[in-house]
C-alpha cells in the first residue's frame, strides 16, 4: 500500500525525504481546497437560502430561483477575488522574506 492508501496491492517503491515531503504538501494543498469548497457551500446555503427563501414550501418561484441563483454567484466572484488577491500578498511575502 502507498503511502496515502491509493489501495494499490504492489508495493510502494522506497521513497526519498523529499518525496514524501511533496506528497504530503500536495495532499495537504488538496484537502485545504477541499475544506475551502465545503465552507464556501456552507456560507452560500447560509446566507443565500436565508435572504432569498423566506418561506420554504415544496418548491421555489422563479423570483426565488433567480435570487439564489444571483446570490450564488455573488459569493463565487468575491470568493475568488478574496483567493486571488491572498494568494498574491502570499508571494509578496515569499519574495520580500527570500
Known amino acids: 500500500m502507498s503511502l496515502f492508501g491509493s489501495g494499490s496491492a504492489s508495493p510502494a517503491l522506497p521513497k526519498s ?3 514524501v515531503k511533496a506528497g ?3 495532499q495537504l494543498q488538496q484537502e485545504s481546497a477541499m475544506n475551502n469548497a465545503r465552507l464556501l457551500i456552507e456560507k ?4 443565500c ?3 432569498c427563501i423566506p418561506a ?4 421555489m418561484s422563479s423570483q426565488e430561483s433567480g435570487c439564489i441563483s444571483s446570490c ?3 459569493y463565487i466572484q468575491l470568493w475568488n477575488i478574496s483567493s486571488k488577491t491572498y494568494i498574491s ?3 509578496q511575502e515569499h519574495k520580500r522574506m527570500a
Not at 56 to 59: D, T, V, W
Open 17 to 19: 525525504g523529499s518525496d
Open 24 to 26: 504530503i504538501v500536495q
Open 44 to 47: 452560500i446555503n447560509e446566507n
Open 49 to 51: 437560502f436565508d435572504a
Open 56 to 59: 420554504p414550501g415544496s418548491s
Open 72 to 74: 450564488m454567484e455573488k
Open 89 to 91: 500578498r502570499l508571494g
